[in-house]
């Protein structure tokens, strides 16, 4: 009976240090979905006539957790229709969180709700739109309407034709970008100048009309490049990630610091025909700088077509695309090796302090006690798994843009300096002494008070503080792992694991304490080392924290391994921590040789 407790006990801990990343598959198309959240909306609109505050925050909290579910998919297919409903539940938390809310404000705001969702339902179920004769049409139509923009003689009647051309190239534009990313460029480049001319105050007809004029050409010459039927997908580059970019960009700039602007600009075309490969890990992630990035490749593609071509206007477009970039060229930055780190170890110091306790129950001839480490391990188990799906909660209410990012780069630190606690803890029990007084000083003290109680806390608190640990650290790592490196971690590190707790619990097998702390507890800190560095880069994607970039130094996989970024900001924390590893670890050895001379072990 003890040894099937004891299996199941490890069954269940592999089960715990697992569930954090799991996700339950949607059976109902994602259209229908999103159109669902239309139905919630009215009903949060009624709760607002009917004037019912905890009625409209009950609705909205109902709304938030059912769009939890699917917006990864939404974000996928339809990235900014998915930042179009972020924004829109944004605008009705804000107003039902009032003390006392607005109702109009309230109706509003879902209101605005259910036009988006239902805007993205119908953007999802729809067929594409990319047959290059339809595509064409479309924007020739374009040009019609930007020729009558050109003859408005009145303000009004010029806004109102933007405003028309707006919507209308919102429609297809998609499908231009990927057919065709220089024409896009270029339609949204004339449209940003319409849009200068047309809000001026006061306006400039003139103006006004040559911005219009401008439009009408670029989308006539983009109409006629469409309608010549180019092969689906030629001009889509991909496996293109923001780093090839980056490297794409540095070739750009090479040709403009030799004055070879016409090398720049082929090197340049590129780099535009691969950006829509990557832009949607940006776009989901930084409304700011996706649009920062689209701005600088609208202004370096007119610089560089210009005649002669402006390389300082080029070079500086260029540097603010970079700026942009740069926190998103290391996306996955953890390996299969880190995710197999954190259960082995996590779970194979649990294993250690559960057996301790057995075998010093056993040598002091309460053996008939042992039952209740088991049950107090059970417990940790338990704990562990409601910890994991409370901690998952939170971060399903903050699983977007930036507040996502800012989350993750908090997470990240709060696991580095646990792992730093672990490292130092390690150290200190690395004698067996240390370890066997430690065991012995918990133990005996649970035994003195008479309660097995005290026992089971013992052995709880040991399993707890490993499967909380292994929550926390596996949520700071999830966003930057890819999900086959995660589950490929935890399947090698739990296997091993197995085979160690049979042959620790079944054939009795003893681990060589001292080598094992001293190995572990270097793994660790390289652990924290690397997610010290994962964290703040996150909270740069995230805006919390600036980026000052290192020079333009190549990619390198040992980099990447150690968690190191290219910024002062990442780096510099990292030097300090070597250097404090550094001082521990002369620290610890002084004690160790002071301990020696006076005959007697360490202390831990």
């Not at 999802?124 to 020729?147: E, F, M, N």
């Not at 060229?329 to 780190?341: P, Q």
């Not at 002084?590 to 006076?598: C, G, H, I, V």
Request: hydrophobic share 50%; aromatic share 8%; glycine share 8%.
């Amino acid at each position: 009976m003890a040894r099937l407790l004891r299996i199941t006990m490890v069954v269940c801990l592999l089960v715990t240090l697992g569930i954090a990343g799991s996700a339950m598959a949607q059976s109902q198309p994602l259209p229908d979905q999103v159109r669902g959240l239309t139905h919630h909306a009215d009903e949060g609109i009624a709760a607002a006539q009917a004037n019912q505050p905890e009625l409209m925050r009950a609705e909205y909290e109902e709304i938030h957790a059912i769009w939890a579910t699917f917006e990864d998919q939404v974000r996928a297919q339809a990235p900014q229709g998915y930042l179009g409903i972020e924004q829109a539940l944004d605008q009705i938390q804000a107003a039902v969180s009032a003390p006392t809310p607005d109702r109009t404000a309230v109706q509003a705001a879902y209101a605005h709700l259910k036009d988006q969702a239902s805007a993205v339902a119908d953007q999802l179920g729809a067929a594409p739109v990319d047959q290059p004769a339809t595509l064409s049409a479309q924007v020739r139509d374009l040009a019609r309407q930007a020729g009558e923009g050109a003859a408005a003689t009145r303000p009004e009647q010029m806004r109102a034709e933007y405003t028309e051309i707006h919507t209308s190239w919102a429609a297809f534009e998609d499908q231009v970008r990927a057919r065709d990313p220089q024409g896009y460029l270029d339609i949204e480049l004339a449209l940003d100048q319409v849009a200068a001319a047309v809000e001026a105050q006061p306006i400039d007809p003139a103006g006004v009309q040559a911005a219009f004029d401008h439009l009408n050409t670029e989308a006539g010459e983009l109409a006629d490049r469409l309608a010549a039927a180019p092969a689906p997908g030629s001009a889509v580059a991909v496996n293109v990630t923001p780093a090839d970019l980056l490297a794409r960009l540095t070739s750009v700039e090479q040709a403009l610091e030799r004055g070879d602007s016409a090398d720049a600009r082929a090197q340049f075309d590129g780099f535009i025909r691969a950006w829509p490969a990557v832009e949607d890990q940006v776009a989901t992630r930084s409304d700011a700088d996706y649009k920062a990035i689209e701005t600088g490749m609208g202004h370096a593609a007119a610089a560089l077509r210009a005649a002669p071509a402006d390389l300082g206007a080029a070079t500086a477009a260029l540097a603010g695309i970079r700026g942009a970039l740069a926190p998103y060229a290391t996306a996955n930055t953890y390996s299969a090796f880190d995710a197999a780190l954190i259960i082995l170890r996590e779970g194979l110091e649990a294993l250690l302090v559960v057996v301790a306790l057995l075998a010093f129950l056993h040598k002091s001839g309460n053996s008939d006690k042992r039952g209740w480490i088991w049950v107090g391990g059970a417990a940790g188990i338990l704990a562990s798994i409601v910890t994991a799906f409370i901690l998952r909660a939170v971060f399903n209410q903050v699983s977007a843009g930036r507040s996502r990012e800012l989350i993750e780069g908090i997470t990240g630190l709060v696991a580095a300096g646990l792992l730093f606690y672990v490292s130092y803890w390690l150290h200190s029990k690395a004698s067996l002494h240390a370890w066997q007084s430690y065991i012995a000083q918990q133990t005996t003290r649970a035994l003195a008070r008479g309660s097995m109680l005290g026992l089971a806390l013992l052995a709880f608190l040991a399993v707890f503080r490993e499967g909380a640990e292994t929550v926390v650290f596996y949520l700071g790592m999830a966003p930057a792992i890819g999900m086959r490196d995660l589950l490929l971690g935890m399947g090698a590190g739990a296997a091993i694991l197995v085979v160690l707790a049979v042959l620790m619990l079944v054939v009795g097998v003893r681990l060589p304490l001292r080598p094992f702390f001293r190995i572990a507890g270097l793994l660790v800190y390289y652990l924290g080392f690397k997610f010290v560095g994962t964290g703040i880069h996150a909270l740069q994607v995230a805006g919390t924290v600036p980026t000052s970039p290192i020079g333009r130094l190549p990619s390198s996989g040992v980099l990447e391994f150690f968690g190191i970024f290219l910024t002062w900001q990442t780096l510099l924390p990292q030097l300090v921590l070597l250097a404090a590893a550094v001082a521990v670890l002369f620290y610890l050895r002084a004690q160790d040789r002071r301990a020696a001379n006076l005959g007697t072990p360490a202390a831990a």
